[in-house]
């Protein structure tokens, strides 16, 4: 008798155990509840901007504080490159002699070019932001300086986004004088101010409206997407600029959404794995807060 009772009995146990789990979860209800959620097993740290630019809801998680922006900077650096060609004091026409010298690992394609090639301008600063070539930023930087980047933020109200040094070292900026910001490599800026950057662009309030026209058509054509654009049809646009570092991931841009165009910068550093394909950890979670973003900030 006893032993047809235990299957019974155990089988209660298991069933007020289970009943007891499932009253006593309490599923995350508001964007900071999910985000938080989506982070809690994450081993870096996560900084995050956002906001509908259609009807102004935001959201911020460390939003305001400093981060490294790896290839993220080039998207102010693009900005100074319109900026001077506005004032005249650089042509799109002018030329570039690639010189036999050492070329910048990482992103890009013009360190397989032969010494001698030409390029000008207009292709150096689509190639910075289209397949985030290194080796075109520098030439950039050189003709239009870090300092002149930096005084065109201050303009536009950004003080605390700064290109501070070339790829791979170098040709230091004013500010990198500065103790504190040695801490940033290449570039410093907030996930806030990304996105302020971002809206100003997208109102047409950088340079011109016809100049921020076209930085965001240049943006559109960013060839990484395994982050903010990573498995968006293709109905759905994305102007954005990635950046990654051994520990680093991080993505800044807007997406279209029918519900409203959503500008966003995320971070995640002290990345404890490093991955550099499609497969990363930090990449995988850049999308899930996009996506959570995208949902969440909508028009109802």
Request: charged share 25%; hydrophobic share 40%.
């Amino acid at each position: 008798m006893l032993r047809n009772l235990l299957p019974i009995l155990i089988f209660c146990v298991l069933a007020i155990s289970s009943s007891g789990q499932k009253v006593n979860l309490r599923q995350p209800q508001t964007l900071d509840e999910k985000i938080k959620a989506e982070i809690g097993d994450f081993r870096g740290n996560v900084w995050i901007y956002a906001k509908n630019l259609d009807n102004g809801k935001e959201y911020s998680l460390r939003g305001e504080e400093k981060v490294r922006t790896a290839s993220t900077i080039k998207l102010p650096i693009m900005t100074e490159v319109f900026h001077q060609v506005a004032q005249g004091k650089v042509k799109w026409s002018d030329e570039f002699v690639l010189p036999n010298m050492r070329k910048e690992a990482g992103s890009g394609i013009l360190f397989e070019f032969s010494e001698g090639t030409k390029i000008d301008l207009r292709t150096a600063t689509n190639l910075m932001i289209v397949v985030s070539d290194n080796f075109a930023t520098n030439l950039i930087l050189d003709k239009i300086s870090q300092n002149n980047v930096n005084n065109f933020m201050k303009e536009l109200g950004l003080n605390n986004t700064l290109s501070l040094r070339k790829i791979g070292g170098g040709g230091d900026a004013k500010a990198y004088d500065e103790p504190l910001n040695k801490l940033f490599g290449i570039g410093v800026s907030t996930p806030k101010e990304m996105v302020i950057l971002l809206e100003k662009l997208e109102k047409g309030e950088v340079v011109s409206k016809e100049a921020s026209a076209e930085m965001i058509a240049i943006l559109k054509r960013q060839q990484y997407t395994d982050g903010i654009g990573r498995n968006l049809l293709d109905t759905v646009p994305v102007a954005s600029k990635s950046g990654a570092l051994d520990r680093l991931r991080s993505d800044v841009g807007i997406v279209y959404t029918r519900r409203g165009r959503i500008a966003m910068a995320i971070t995640t550093d002290d990345n404890p794995v490093v991955h550099y394909n499609w497969d990363g950890e930090a990449e995988k979670l850049i999308w899930r807060i996009s996506v959570l973003l995208q949902k969440e900030l909508a028009i109802k």
